[in-house]
């Protein structure tokens, strides 16, 4: 499966063939296009001056390029300008409002135009030369004349920037002379009902509303984001109504969601968060014709999933043939339908080599097509040609709801007619009449499972089942699932537990079950009982009478505009450090918690009480000390203004209690080295031994011994050497001690007594 980057970022920016930018993704179109049109040469610019008969006395090519922007934003010049304008002039700045796309690749703009019958050198000539378009160019082609990178080799890495004021130009016209021919009647009509996309970015929302997407530098999903995507069942899986298979689903979602702003970048990190919940009120209506218009111009996914021999770099020109080939079905009547072999034959006569999968030049396609003809995976060109009109018409445009197909009766022909969202997407029909509702039309299941029939679904009611319940399969029948995360999830995006009930009821084909509206009240009262707070301050103080002390001071002196929270026994929780009277508490003891824990803990000599330092001290230490050992009162209070010592004590009963929490003797000990700079002491590893606590552990053995004490050291060490007398002894216990067993007893006493040795066995 292929990976998921991120549109105009790194990655994608490979795949898509577009050059890294110099400008960020959100910056002020109208700023990138005077930067770029400054780094033209300051002869040109004055060329373009002199052309819209503008008077400049500017000497600096970035001075007077500013006033060429200014200029077109001014209304008489932008009337005048547009007056000007050819239908080819119009269809390539059209493109850019079409797509909604900031930038075009050059080598994309010309092989799109040329598909619409347009001479697309001389169309972006005259473009350049007026100063309505400019480049973003590599550094070595920095103050190049724009006209002259049109025949470069190096068209390929150079982005075309329309003036803003000039990308919206209502209806696009086409040279349709002669007209496109029509099929005659046909049968068997299929159209998706357009839902696919909406339910699966729903779905996409959701999963990055529960978690953001974290990236590279490179603006790369990292490898275990990646994969929650890519792994996910309900993202990935296959369009039931599919005619031609999409590849590289997740990829499609996951750009088309970037592009339509149902996911956005959080620049701090440069993580993907989900847009919040008012974008599905604020866009619900018109979610259908922004897909519509972010799939025209995605570049971050294509037809072609991987480079093939016939599309050795992921089908780049298919990318830019989108717009123009619904902009041919587009020229003829709502009621027409339209042959793939017609418009295929159209196109080769208008633009010979428009089927094409790859940017490259005569001898390189001669020598791909030798390689492909080797492994016999060789197309003609009219098998070629169709393949690529299935792909785009067939594959996306049908997914989203924008063309219908059908076959001709008498030649059973493919055949295509845009829809009505189609022919508004492409400017030349009114808005689409809406989808017909149905109010009931929710089957809610007492286990929390949903079946969602698609006949009752629209954009609205998506975004609102979204917030709330869990997409958990998208196909002919729709399942969600309520789940207690889903629910939180509801809470935090705004719904109430009596606005999901709402819902739930309003389409249910049947009352509730009692146990969705206990599951709910549930999970919601839960969810209750826990204040979140985006950001906040801990304050912590050496005993409860202090915090009080100093809470109920503050409070009186009205120094915060939020009420300061009383959080544990000895912490304030302040929501806005403003409102910390800093003059009054000593801030030395601030903690950095990205570093590494502090030692701040001492083993006593008994090796089971610690005592806890809180001039070193972090929040953290005491809830690790909480779960194998217990806090002793203390005896005193401390002086105002020195920090009290604490100490906790470690028992059978407390380790015990570890133990049941998962804790193992390596936890135990990486917990001490960390904490006191050393291993665990005996005592700890004495009553944490796996027999010590077991319950079927075997006893220790205990017997007595006999034990003779000598009247030297030295005495004993020859009764110890002496071969008659070394066998009858045992352990040696000290320097004048050792063990005698009870069998060897009367020997040792004959053999002593050989020696004029008496032992005395009273004592």
């Not at 275990?224 to 997740?250: F, K, N, S, Y």
């Not at 008012?278 to 294509?302: C, D, K, Y």
């Not at 066998?727 to 006493?749: F, I, M, Q």
Request: proline share 7%.
């Amino acid at each position: 499966m292929a990976s998921i980057p991120s549109p105009s970022t790194g990655a994608a920016a490979e795949r898509s063939g577009k050059p890294p930018s110099l400008f960020a993704e959100d910056a002020d179109p109208r700023f990138v296009f005077r930067s770029l049109l400054a780094r033209t040469p300051y002869a040109v610019l004055r060329a373009i001056a002199q052309l819209r008969n503008h008077e400049s006395e500017a000497t600096r090519a970035s001075t007077l390029a500013a006033e060429l922007t200014d200029q077109v934003d001014d209304p008489l010049t932008q009337a005048l300008l547009r007056k000007g304008l050819t239908d080819g002039d119009r269809l390539a700045l059209g493109l850019f409002g079409l797509t909604e796309a900031r930038s075009w690749p050059l080598a994309g703009l010309r092989h799109a135009l040329a598909a619409l019958a347009v001479d697309a050198d001389a169309v972006l000539i005259g473009l350049f030369r007026r100063g309505l378009l400019t480049v973003e160019a590599p550094v070595e082609f920095e103050g190049v004349d724009p006209t002259t990178l049109l025949v470069s080799s190096a068209a390929g890495e150079v982005e075309a920037w329309a003036h803003p004021a000039l990308i919206q130009g209502g209806r696009l016209r086409l040279p349709i002379d002669p007209p496109l021919a029509t099929a005659g009647p046909v049968a068997q009509v299929r159209e998706s009902d357009g839902l696919e996309p909406i339910l699966r970015l729903a779905a996409l929302w959701q999963r990055t509303g529960a978690g953001p997407l974290r990236r590279t530098q490179q603006g790369v999903l990292y490898k275990r984001d990646r994969e929650r995507i890519e792994d996910d069942g309900v993202l990935t899986a296959t369009i039931d109504d599919a005619i031609v298979e999409l590849p590289a689903l997740a990829t499609l979602w996951m750009g088309l969601a970037r592009r339509v702003g149902l996911i956005h970048v959080d620049r701090t990190d440069e993580s993907l968060h989900a847009a919040p919940a008012e974008f599905w009120t604020e866009n619900a209506v018109h979610l259908p014709q922004m897909i519509a218009s972010a799939w025209l111009g995605l570049r971050s996914w294509a037809e072609w999933a991987e480079p093939t021999p016939e599309a050795p770099s992921p089908g780049l020109p298919l990318i830019y043939l989108r717009p123009a080939v619904l902009l041919w079905l587009a020229t003829v009547e709502p009621e027409a339908w339209i042959a793939l072999d017609d418009l295929a034959a159209r196109l080769d006569a208008q633009a010979p080599g428009w089927e094409r999968v790859a940017f490259e030049d005569e001898a390189a396609a001669n020598a791909r097509r030798a390689r492909a003809a080797k492994r016999g995976q060789t197309f003609t060109k009219e098998a070629q040609a169709t393949r690529v009109l299935e792909r785009i018409l067939l594959g996306g445009a049908y997914a989203l709801g924008l063309v219908k197909v059908a076959e001709e009766q008498e030649s059973r022909r493919r055949v295509v007619q845009l829809t009505p969202l189609g022919r508004y997407v492409m400017a030349v029909g009114p808005p689409p009449p809406p989808r017909p509702t149905f109010d009931h039309f929710l089957f809610v299941q007492p286990n929390l499972e949903i079946i969602a029939y698609r006949q009752g679904l629209t954009p609205p009611i998506i975004g609102r089942l979204s917030r709330f319940a869990w997409w958990s399969k998208i196909g002919a029948a729709v399942e969600l699932r309520l789940t207690q995360e889903s629910i939180a999830l509801g809470l935090e995006w705004g719904f109430s537990a009596a606005q999901i009930l709402e819902v739930l009821a309003k389409h249910s084909q049947r009352a509730l079950p009692g146990s969705v509206k206990d599951a709910v009240d549930r999970w919601a009262d839960r969810r209750e009982q826990v204040t979140f707070y985006p950001s906040a301050t801990l304050i912590e103080f050496i005993a409860r009478a202090d915090r009080d002390q100093a809470l109920a001071t503050w409070t009186a002196e009205g120094v915060a505009r939020r009420p300061f929270v009383a959080v544990g026994d000895r912490f304030l929780l302040v929501e806005d450090a403003q409102d910390i009277p800093t003059g009054r508490i000593s801030t030395s003891a601030s903690r950095d918690y990205r570093l590494p824990p502090e030692r701040c803990v001492t083993a006593e000599a008994d090796g089971v009480t610690l005592t806890l330092d809180p001039a070193r001290s972090d929040l953290l230490v005491e809830a690790e000390l909480a779960r194998f050992a217990d806090e002793e009162p203390m005896a005193t209070s401390p002086t105002r203004g020195t920090a009290a010592r604490r100490r906790f004590t470690i028992s059978t009963a407390s380790l015990e209690r570890g133990v049941d929490a998962g804790m193992t003797l390596g936890v135990l000990s990486d917990w001490f080295r960390r904490r006191t700079g050393e291993g665990p002491p005996a005592a700890v590893r004495l009553m944490m031994r796996p027999s010590a606590l077991a319950a079927d552990a075997k006893p220790w053995p205990a017997r007595k011994l006999l034990v003779l004490t000598a009247p030297s050291a030295e005495v004993l060490d020859g009764v110890l050497q002496h071969p008659e007398t070394r066998p009858l002894l045992g352990d040696r216990l000290g320097p004048v001690s050792v063990v005698v067993p009870e069998a060897s007893l009367d020997r040792l006493r004959a053999a002593l007594k050989r020696f004029g040795v008496e032992f005395d066995q009273s004592s």
